[in-house]
């Protein structure tokens, strides 16, 4: 059985929300840093957001690399084949596929091809929601149907949901 | 011949207080703008009781219910003010969502 997990930025979702929504624990960026550079020494486990397909590949080599983060899930194939032989996931944030207005559709169309093709690869994907307000967190249930939406089997939508166990941050 | 609508009910929480009766034409309208006309057709979206201040439950047909909890998480504001739905539990019989909304307080 999954136990499922979201990381959001703090104060968008007050503490006691987490079991209701059906996750085990909603982390904060406090506890798991999100940098779009290498640090030189980081004391805890981070997850990068980064274009940059040098820097994607030089945090591939840290120990404390908890996932990486492709803004606008740009696909980049080199990057897909060091991830999976280093097994670190790469995450989709679902508060840009649901962000209201025209780039909604063309945001869940790249995380459905980065999802597909980051599988061809053989690299694990999850989803949280990083989202910087309340009204863009969603509950355990809702990030599984939008992992359905962008061509997650069922299976596959409930191990995204719970990646971040996986990590080893919890 | 008749056949029985088969429906599943969803408890849905809503992150500022709403009555979402009175504002659940501007919510359907907002699920369709993801779903299509022709989606929240099928899913036949209604709205069926108030728990709370932002609690309550709605119907859907069975089989749309996956897309219904996506559609809610589309709707980011209602009568212009800004606004977050969350789905808590789906269930194909109003007890069980009234008992699990009970719980919730």
Excluded: W
């Excluded at chain 1, 904060?28 to 274009?51: C, G, M, Q, W, Y």
């Excluded at chain 1, 606008?72 to 962000?99: C, G, H, Y």
């Excluded at chain 1, 992992?147 to 089997?153: K, L, R, T």
């Amino acid at each position: 059985m999954f136990r499922y997990y979201d990381l959001v930025y703090p104060d968008s979702i007050p503490v006691n929300l987490a079991e209701r929504l059906g996750y085990r624990k909603i982390f904060t960026t406090k506890e798991i840093n999100i940098l779009d550079s290498v640090p030189h020494s980081s004391p805890a486990r981070f997850i990068l957001a980064s274009k940059n397909p040098s820097e994607l590949m030089k945090a591939l080599k840290s120990s404390e690399i908890a996932g990486l983060i492709i803004p606008d899930n740009e696909i980049v194939r080199k990057v897909f084949e060091a991830a999976r032989e280093s097994s670190v996931p790469f995450f989709i944030t679902a508060s840009d596929l649901t962000v209201p207005g025209r780039y909604r559709p063309r945001n869940i169309a790249r995380a459905r091809m980065f999802l597909s093709q980051a599988r061809c690869y053989g690299a694990d994907v999850g989803i949280i929601t990083l989202s910087k307000s309340k009204e863009y967190v969603m509950s355990s249930m809702q990030l599984i149907s939008l992992s359905m939406v962008i061509g997650a089997d069922e299976a596959y939508a409930r191990k995204m949901v719970s990646l971040l166990e996986a990590c080893d941050v919890v | 011949m008749i056949t029985k609508r088969k429906i599943r009910y969803i408890l849905v929480e809503s992150s500022e207080p709403i009555d979402a009766g009175a504002n659940f034409l501007q919510i359907r309208d907002g699920i369709a703008h993801f779903i299509g006309e022709l989606g929240a057709v099928e899913a036949n979206i209604r709205f069926i009781k108030q728990y709370g201040p932002s609690l309550f439950a709605i119907s859907a047909n069975r089989g749309t219910e996956k897309r219904a909890a996506v559609a809610f998480s589309m709707v980011k504001q209602v009568n212009g003010k800004p606004i977050g739905f969350y789905t808590l539990k789906t269930s194909g019989t109003l007890k069980s969502i009234s008992e699990f909304a009970a719980t919730l307080g």
